[in-house]
């Protein structure tokens, strides 16, 4: 069973920068691969950027350049660094688990508005 709990998320103007941090606890974090996931209103829920268990990262086509995923074992807890934000990249933030099953957290709210 492994527990996530997401921070981070904020109103930011366009051009902006967050950093989402997601903490997991309750089982082996280094084991699991990670990942942040959004959905927008109206919209489906889409992967962002994930990161396996070796380092190994991919990103959607509209994040690339911009966000960077990093993970740190020693604290359980995966980043979601994102730069020049839009306002398309407004929508609820969600970290992601999996070993097998698939874990979710709560979601952290960006909206990114002048």
């Known amino acids: 069973q492994v527990q996530l709990v997401e921070s981070g998320g904020d109103l930011v103007q366009p051009g902006g920068s967050l950093r989402l941090s997601c903490a997991a606890s309750?089982?082996?974090?280094?084991?699991?691969?990670m990942g942040w996931y959004r959905q927008a209103p109206g919209k489906q829920r889409e992967l962002v950027a994930g990161?396996?268990?070796?380092?190994?990262?991919n990103y959607a086509d509209s994040v690339k350049g911009r966000f960077t995923i990093s993970r740190d074992n020693a604290l359980s807890t995966v980043y979601l660094q994102m730069n020049i934000l839009k306002p398309e990249d407004t929508a609820v933030y969600y970290c992601y688990a999996r070993r097998g099953t698939e874990y979710w957290g709560q979601g952290t709210q960006v909206t990114v508005s002048s």
């Open positions: 309750g089982s082996i974090f280094r084991s699991y691969y």
């Open positions: 990161i396996s268990i070796f380092g190994n990262t």
